[in-house]
């Protein structure tokens, strides 16, 4: 029979898919049948996967990463129900990895929930016949008791995997043993009957200062405290944009083995409003003396090396905010490299057509960037699809040959007349030191983004600094971070 185990939380980014992860990867190492679940996801960063009946579809990056985790091939059964916000309230509600339509919060409680339940029943299903475990992750608050008649990700996980629930709280936020014991006071009572034990997590410190408030806990509720984990990044990329900074600031990450200044580089990502899929950039900020900057629209550029333009759930509207802001002007006077992924490879050309398909407005030509000679047209269907292309040289790469692997979701096509490099095939284009593709996790092949880190210091005038030593893949780092964990089974 398939145990279940939920990782519900006290609140959003808690620690959930890490731990997570880690228990996948740590479960996969001991021979055990191990597979992700998340009922009902919010996240623009997704994955292109194949469905239980064989068509593609797209999940919530951090099932996919579990996934891998666990040694499994990911399928749209592990996030039967993926909302990816479009902003002002609205979502596209993808069921079973396929786009059903846009929908408003109301509208989707109204009459989308009881059809996404329903799906998200039927993949837990599937996994479960088909592995020992299922480590299943909440979403937010399992508390949130203006949702409990409604809560797909957490209550009605546990109710229809007859699952154990491991409860999560994160210290650094303050007040943990109030959020936990508060948290545990208003679960629904069978809910409340299924948790095994609660976790504190990202704690810095001697963890035996907080034996006494463990103690105390442990009486006040008759719930064991199964483990305390000390605060570490493995590398996971991120679910959301809780991570990024607010549309008007600037936030630079990377960097962090200690390089000096005069050794590095700085990539610009603009923080457009609808930013998507920016796990794209993660690679990039691993690597030494690489910063990458997520810059406000009204930022200068000056102190940039390259930009990157990323991927966006809504690329008409943020193509009008980067014209807005004046970043379209100040990118074309730019002489670094120039890439875009996606929606960012969309806005780099010279329009957009049939815009309103795609766009809140209702505008039917959009002026793009202009440093490509390509246009794009909208259409209502949209590509998902995992793919692997032959690199030839263009834009940043020089006469590289190899193959390249990534995933493509989008809408629109884009095309040109011109007689252009397409390093990447028909679905990419360069001129000069701008290139776009529609390749997502372009910077996970090793040989792409050594080219690019290769050119931007070149361009930059300094000498590349090189990683010393192997680390061990964030699986790996997860697992360990979890290793203690006395789960009773």
């Known amino acids: 029979m398939t145990r279940t185990l939920l990782v519900a939380g006290t609140a959003s980014h808690v620690g959930k898919s890490t731990v997570v992860a880690g228990l996948c990867r740590l479960l996969a ?32 990056v951090s099932q996919y990463t579990q996934a891998r985790a666990a040694g499994v091939a990911p399928t749209t059964d592990m996030n039967p129900v993926l909302l990816k916000p479009r902003g002002d309230g609205e979502s596209q509600l993808v069921i079973q990895g396929q786009a059903v339509g846009n929908v408003a ?6 009459e989308g929930w009881h059809r996404a339940r329903e799906a998200a029943e039927a993949s837990y299903d599937r996994l479960a016949a088909d592995h020992d475990v299922v480590v299943a992750e909440g979403a937010g608050s399992i508390a949130e008791i203006n949702l409990h008649d409604r809560d797909l990700a957490n209550v009605e996980t546990a109710r229809f995997a007859d699952a154990e629930i491991l409860l999560l709280g994160d210290i650094e936020r303050g007040g943990v043993f109030a959020s936990l014991y508060g948290t545990l006071e208003l679960m629904p009572a069978d809910l409340r009957e299924r948790v095994c034990g609660v976790m504190i997590t990202k704690f810095r410190g001697d963890p035996s200062l907080l034996d006494s408030g463990i103690a105390d806990l442990e009486a006040r509720t008759g719930v064991p405290v199964l483990g305390v984990l000390p605060y570490d990044d493995p590398g996971l990329p991120e679910e959301d944009s809780v991570s990024l900074p607010a549309e008007g600031e600037r936030a630079v990450v990377g960097d962090e083995d200690g390089v000096q200044d005069e050794r590095a580089v700085t990539v610009g990502v603009p923080r457009l409003p609808h930013i998507s899929n920016f796990t794209d950039f993660e690679p990039l900020s691993r690597e030494p003396g690489v910063r990458v900057a997520y810059l406000p629209l009204g930022a200068a550029l000056d102190d940039l090396d390259a930009i990157v333009l990323p991927g966006t759930k809504n690329t008409v509207d943020d193509l009008l905010a980067l014209h807005e802001a004046g970043f379209t002007d100040r990118l074309r006077a730019f002489e670094g490299p120039v890439v875009g992924l996606c929606g960012g490879y969309q806005m780099l050309g010279e329009r957009i057509t049939n815009a309103a398909v795609e766009g809140t407005g209702d505008e039917d030509e959009v002026e793009g960037i202009g440093l490509l000679p390509v246009e794009t047209r909208f259409e209502h269907d949209k590509r998902v699809v995992e793919t692997a292309v032959t690199v030839s040289a263009g834009g940043f790469l ?16 884009t095309v040109s007349d011109a007689d252009l490099a397409q390093p990447f095939g028909p679905e990419s284009a360069a001129v000069g030191p701008v290139l776009g593709t529609y390749l997502h996790g372009l910077f996970e092949n090793d040989a792409v983004r050594e080219a690019f880190v290769d050119s931007v210091f070149n361009a930059a005038g300094t000498a590349r600094p090189r990683a010393t030593g192997e680390m061990d893949s964030p699986y790996d780092r997860a697992a360990i971070l979890v290793a203690g964990l006395d789960i009773p089974w």
Request: hydrophobic share 30%; net charge negative; aromatic share 10%.
């Open 398 to 413: 020089t006469g590289e040959e190899g193959d390249a692997s990534g995933y493509e979701i989008h809408m629109g096509r």
């Open 29 to 60: 190492d001991r021979g055990v049948s191990v597979a992700p679940f998340k009922a009902q996801n919010m996240s623009n960063n997704a994955r292109a996967v194949v469905s239980s009946d064989g068509e593609w579809g797209e999940i919530g």
């Open 105 to 110: 919060a109301g509208e989707y409680y109204e």
